[in-house]
């Protein structure tokens, strides 16, 4: 079934030496999907991954699909195709840093044969090195990408329509904003140094490259690689570990440690990606290990499980009694450990730590309750700086500041710098730190003022549900977080509804309004997902392409307002017009945006 396995770096998979090599992705698969938050996880593995060791990619399984060798090796990707389109996107965005810069290193002749390998991995021969699929003007993108680059020489391609709000532009821009924030502020010699290294982590990464023959063989490798034969996690390995270490003192310590292993678990929950997380965080701010064993800096996904070998090897009940107690407090952050409203302030301060996308600060969470007696902290000092942390998360989920890769270290070191304090002590010195690292109320009013939905639809939800609770009483509050449906399939009963609506056929009503078909579809690109044109409703479905006056006015069977006049004080001033334009969505935008500054202030 499998011709060849190997493990691959990224520079041999597409390699300078084998220009005639190409990778097809088929036209029956999906089209290009991936998201923000994957754009950051890829790039952050691989920053963190230690120098020496090439990060894991995962697999790709391709079939030798080469019609006629002389011309071209074609293999067709049925499997890895979102993850190598991503990749070339960040060798892209690598090749423009490395360019621009091509006077500061044009005499080294090692560095220009670097410059001119990354080149050769998106484009050798005249042809990409990755043709991707129809679908969503995928291939068409990327094509036109690599020409505007200088990349590809190809006098029939134009730039298609809507080229820069589809992903292989967003993806693309992500990078290059990613990269020239981490340069910011770095002397010359810096940021090449930087650039360099970064382009030799990407090049040094591993795939596991699975070649057969035929598309069955392909299809019943994917089934068992994705539903039938899932890898072991870093939890099941150090789970391994730890029992084989308790085996060695006898049948009843093996008992033990797997029942408090279990319980360490329930409390985390079933998600392998948290509990996977709570262990790189525990050891981030607990720094369990000593002597040599201690050189390690961050716990990162690759490294984890070495780590926690070394920990397990200073003795077996140490490190159960410490992590079962951390597993229990990081449950009541993440909301798998129920306490029965012992404590509703922090319950609510951790969740919407969690809805504003700010895990990584639930290790600075984590420390401060498992230390809160030696630290002097009350409840409500854990509440105010869970509050801090979210407000902090806000800011930097929409500007990209500080860079993801960064946020470990800067959580450790505010870590460190409270050892010696107490009390109010604490919840200062964190106010400080995460101001002296967060983004300028300017960048933030700026990231505020774009089409925040199209960036980060989730921390758009966040901001605007914020901003709604902020004008309700006891007896006003409505929970905009309710869900419903089965238990396999739920959704927000409250959602984000676009005043004028995101659609791309654009009703007639909205045309007038807007001021004609041209206005209207100059609206719809630049306007339709900022923030004063967005707010919230129970009945998204029964608004839809709607008219703004039947948006104002809808009633439900029974009479109650359904539509802008349903009470929510974000809706107060939209229930009171009757008309919407883009001078109105720039008016309120800045209104909104104003709100935020102050509302996620420190």
């Not at 293999?75 to 690598?94: F, H, K, P, W, Y």
């Not at 929970?479 to 959602?495: M, P």
Request: proline share 3%.
């Amino acid at each position: 079934m499998i011709n060849s396995a190997s493990p691959t770096p990224v520079h041999e998979l597409l390699s300078a030496d084998t220009k005639k090599l190409v990778y097809v992705i088929p036209k029956y698969q999906r089209e290009y999907s991936w998201m923000k938050y994957q754009w950051e996880d890829l790039i952050r593995d691989i920053q963190e991954e230690d120098p020496g060791h090439g990060h894991f990619l995962g697999t790709i399984i391709c079939m030798n699909a080469t019609r006629d060798v002389t011309k071209e090796i074609v293999l067709e990707l049925i499997d890895g195709q979102q993850r190598l389109t991503t990749l070339s996107l960040l060798l892209a965005a690598l090749f423009v840093e490395l360019r621009d810069r091509r006077a500061e290193f044009e005499d080294d002749d090692d560095r220009m044969t670097i410059l001119l390998n990354l080149k050769l991995r998106l484009v050798a021969d005249g042809r990409p090195r990755l043709r991707l699929q129809k679908q969503g003007n995928n291939d068409d993108d990327f094509r036109w990408l690599l020409k505007n680059l200088g990349l590809l020489k190809d006098e029939s391609l134009s730039q298609p329509s809507w080229w820069g709000v589809r992903r292989i532009a967003k993806a693309f821009r992500f990078f290059q904003d990613e990269l020239r924030g981490e340069l910011e502020g770095m002397t010359p010699g810096a940021r090449l140094e930087h650039v360099f290294d970064l382009v030799d982590r990407v090049s040094n990464s591993i795939v596991v490259k699975l070649e057969v023959k035929d598309h069955a063989s392909a299809y019943t490798l994917f089934e068992s690689l994705n539903n039938r034969g899932m890898p072991l996690s870093p939890i099941d390995l150090i789970k391994n570990s730890l029992l084989m270490r308790a085996d060695r003192l006898g049948s009843a310590r093996i008992d033990e440690a797997y029942e408090q292993w279990r319980n360490i678990l329930t409390n985390l929950g079933d998600n392998p990606n948290e509990q996977e997380r709570f262990l790189r965080y525990y050891y981030n701010v607990f720094e369990p290990l000593s002597g040599e064993a201690a050189a390690t800096p961050i716990a990162t996904k690759s490294n984890l499980i070495r780590l926690y070998e070394k920990y397990l090897d200073q003795g077996v009940d140490d490190f159960l009694r410490d992590v079962s107690a951390a597993a229990h407090q990081y449950g009541r952050i993440i909301d798998t450990v129920n306490l029965d409203g012992e404590n509703e302030a922090l319950d609510e301060a951790t969740t919407r730590l969690q809805r504003a996308q700010g895990a990584p600060g639930n290790a600075l969470l984590l420390y401060l309750l498992v230390r809160q007696q030696q630290l002097g902290l009350t409840d409500d000092h854990v509440v105010q700086v869970a509050d801090l942390v979210t407000n902090f998360f806000v800011r930097r989920n929409l500007t990209s500041l500080p860079a993801t890769y960064e946020l470990p270290r800067m959580f450790k070191t505010i870590v460190h710098e409270l050892a010696d304090l107490q009390g109010e002590e604490v919840v200062h010195h964190v106010r400080e730190s995460l101001l002296a690292h967060s983004s300028t109320d300017e960048s933030f009013r700026a990231a505020l003022s774009r089409p925040i939905y199209e960036d980060n639809a989730a921390m758009c939800r966040f901001i605007i549900a914020t901003l709604a609770e902020q004008g309700m009483t006891k007896e006003t509050r409505t929970d905009l977080w309710r869900r419903a449906g089965s238990a396999n399939k739920q959704y927000y009963v409250w959602t984000i509804e676009h005043i004028f609506p995101q659609g791309s056929n654009i009703p007639r009503a909205w045309q007038d309004m807007m001021g004609g078909p041209e206005a209207a579809a100059s609206a719809l690109e630049s306007q339709v997902h900022r923030l004063g044109n967005l707010t919230l409703t129970g009945y998204n479905s029964s608004l839809g392409n709607k008219s703004f006056i039947e948006k104002r006015d809808r009633i439900d069977q029974r009479g109650n307002a359904v539509g802008y006049r349903n009470g929510l004080n974000l809706n107060r001033e939209l229930a009171m017009k009757d008309s919407w334009n883009v001078t109105q969505i720039d008016q309120r935008t800045e209104q909104l945006v104003e709100r935020c500054l102050k509302v996620f202030a420190f």
